[in-house]
């Protein structure tokens, strides 16, 4: 395991610690970020019980706390955020402790993956945005295969999310939440190709809510 993510660990209580800490930040937060960005969602009804990984487009810091005020507070998800955030006084500290999973971008992490293997494994959910960086319009980046190796080798289904790109203060912001489902892949193409159809199956939910 990687010392970050060992460093990680030490900041990290229970399960139940976790989720306590999730807690908090949400009522804090996530009422603020509501009242700049009021928000509207669609398809909390395809939230699954127990394990998933949920994948959304990314292109604004806010990103991740709408996501989660769209799942609401009683889902608890780790997110998968960059490791400078960890670095940030009291900021990754107390993300840490909320259960986010930090991650080294541009290489293999190793210790982040036994991370997320591990939050899965145990029940719960964790949220990664496949493109790995915020992103300003549509098919820009190619998606990374992190997300659909996990899918499929923990048998879990994936969760597409779609957050409007173009976003403005005090002007609504509209979510959509899409059905779940499994993948199954089996060499670096095939990832490859799944992590592709993750991105099309979000922007899908966008043409089909302007339809």
Not at 20 to 26: A, G, K, V
Not at 68 to 95: C, N, R, Y
Not at 174 to 200: F, T
Request: with cysteine; glycine share 8%.
């Amino acid at each position: 395991m990687t010392e970050t993510n060992t460093n990680q660990d030490k900041r990290t209580g229970s399960p139940s610690d976790e989720k306590r800490w999730y807690n908090l930040i949400y009522a804090i937060v996530v009422p603020i970020v509501r009242l700049l960005y009021p928000l509207s969602f669609k398809g909390r009804e395809n939230i699954p019980d127990g394990p998933a990984v949920v994948c959304g487009n990314h292109s604004n810091l806010v990103d991740p706390i709408l996501v989660a005020a769209s799942f609401g507070k009683k889902t608890f998800m780790h997110f998968i955020a960059k490791q400078e955030l960890s670095g940030v006084p009291v900021v990754g500290w107390a993300l840490a402790k909320a259960g986010v999973c930090f991650v080294n971008r541009g290489q293999s992490d190793i210790g982040a993956m036994r991370s997320m293997m591990k939050f899965l494994k145990r029940g719960d959910k964790i949220f990664i945005f496949p493109e790995g960086t915020r992103v300003g319009e549509d098919n820009m980046v190619d998606a990374k295969t992190g997300a659909v190796r996990l899918a499929s080798k923990l048998r879990v289904p994936i969760v597409p999310v779609y957050i409007p790109r173009r976003k403005k203060l005090f002007s609504r912001v509209h979510l959509i939440i899409g059905e779940p489902y499994y993948v199954e892949g089996h060499n670096h193409n095939e990832y490859e190709q799944l992590a592709d159809d993750i991105m099309e199956r979000i922007y899908e939910l966008r043409d089909g809510e302007s339809a």
